[in-house]
């Protein structure tokens, strides 16, 4: 392959992945062309994309980006998953997948610099909240002692006003209200 055809690839690459740091490295070997067309057509309904790599073009194009601590992972045949709302999106997918097609070769992937490798650290990944249920989690355990606080304040009243309903309801009927001494 010449030169130009090489830095054509890792000009593709580097328009491909920009503004990706996140992404998953799976190998496809072993799943036939039907099944990854599926897998691709699903993942893309998604909004996670499946791109397969030359290894040493990634290498070089992945220099100075975040995907780089990717590059000890570049071994064989590779397919790099990308895309979603976070790379944790693509790992629960991915994961999924395996299920279906073990076949599926989970060789790594990165998030925020941290390389999470083989099978056993993209399940891991997959297990990390996404970054809006993060934010749901600290909403709830910020709003949560204020509604503790709220219902406490509003107890009492809430009760006083049952007491005084009920006077009413008496008084409107005409019935007598009892002293209490």
Do not use: C, W
């Amino acid at each position: 392959m010449s030169k130009q055809v090489k830095q054509m690839i890792m000009d593709e690459y580097a328009r491909r992945f920009a503004g990706h740091d996140d992404a998953v490295l799976v190998s496809l070997r072993g799943v036939d062309a039907n099944s990854t067309n599926a897998i691709r057509q699903g993942l893309a309904q998604k909004e996670i994309r499946l791109t397969v790599v030359r290894n040493n073009l990634a290498k070089r194009s992945f220099e100075g980006t975040g995907l780089e601590g990717l590059t000890p992972l570049l071994e064989g045949p590779s397919t790099l998953a990308y895309g979603a709302e976070s790379v944790v999106e693509v790992a629960r997918e991915i994961v999924e997948l395996v299920k279906q097609f073990p076949d599926i070769e989970l060789k790594g992937a990165i998030l925020d610099g941290e390389l999470f490798e083989g099978e056993d650290g993209i399940k891991r990944l997959s297990s990390f909240p996404t970054r809006d249920e993060a934010i749901a989690q600290d909403v709830t355990l910020i709003l949560g002692p204020g509604r503790k606080l709220v219902g406490q304040i509003k107890g009492p009243g809430s009760r006083l006003a049952g007491i005084i309903k009920a006077i009413q309801d008496k008084l409107e009927k005409g019935e007598e209200i009892a002293r209490v001494g």
